[in-house]
């Protein structure tokens, strides 16, 4: 099956820093979401994006498909933003694969 | 719109009990998930839904889980009989529809925190 990476597995910002967290596939996927997981366990969508650039406020997201990857963008980071990143993609088989993660404390 | 519903939030059960999740989906969505999340992993897929019909159970342990969605709408997970590393949170997400052309998104629960003592 499809394997999906995560990097950093664990960051730590200043508030007001930015940052990029990537995702890594090893074949090609049907679509792509990013959540972000609050310290509740809520998952929150942020973005779908299977390919190409979207933005959202301070958040923005790349996916090259071709090269098997996409970017999440945190720009100004807040203490709010704190919590797991998680890259999610779905294969051929219509199965749903998490990455790991990426863990983010944002320090006031 | 309602989202994801998931009941209950907690539960804690002794291992060798059974214990059954709720959900229900975003009202129209046909394509309902189980999933598992331990501790500092990330989600792994259980059991997908298609309607009322199952696509994908493939990582579901069919010796103490089992799934049902009757009538296409709400669905239930079982684990009986419970072990202690089936701790974790148990995650319901729908999504409009499956297919490959369809580039839509999934949506989740609050899911259910279960303590296997």
């Known amino acids: 099956g499809i394997q999906v990476e995560q990097s950093p597995p664990d960051l730590i910002l200043q508030e007001g820093a930015n940052s990029t967290l990537r995702c890594n596939f090893s074949?090609?996927?049907?679509?792509l979401q990013w959540f972000h997981q609050n310290p509740w366990g809520q998952l929150i969508n942020l973005f779908y994006?299977?390919?190409g650039t979207k933005q959202n406020g301070r958040l923005s997201a790349t996916t090259v498909a071709t090269e098997r990857y996409s970017l999440l963008y945190i720009s100004s980071s807040q203490t709010t933003d704190s919590g797991v990143y998680f890259c999610?993609?779905?294969?051929?088989?219509?199965?749903?694969?998490f990455g790991a993660g990426t863990r983010l404390f944002v320090k006031a | 719109e309602a989202g994801v519903a998931q009941s209950p939030r907690y539960k804690i059960i002794e291992k060798r009990q059974s214990v059954a999740f709720w959900c229900n989906p975003i009202?129209?969505?046909?394509?309902l998930y189980w999933y598992q999340q331990i501790l500092g992993q990330g989600p792994k897929l259980l059991i997908q839904?298609?309607?009322?019909?199952?696509?994908?159970d493939s990582q579901l342990p069919k010796d103490r889980f089992s799934a049902e969605r009757l009538k296409g709408v709400d669905s239930t997970l079982k684990i009986q009989p419970a072990k202690l590393e089936d701790s974790a949170v148990y995650l319901c997400?729908?999504?409009?529809?499956?297919?490959?052309?369809?580039?839509?998104?999934?949506?989740f629960g609050p899911g259910t925190r279960l303590t296997v003592l």
């Open positions: 839904f298609q309607n009322n019909g199952v696509v994908d």
């Open positions: 997400a729908s999504r409009l529809t499956r297919g490959p052309n369809s580039y839509n998104e999934q949506f």
């Open positions: 074949d090609s996927v049907n679509n």
């Open positions: 994006i299977p390919s």
């Open positions: 999610a993609v779905v294969g051929g088989g219509f199965k749903t694969i």
């Open positions: 009202s129209g969505h046909a394509t």
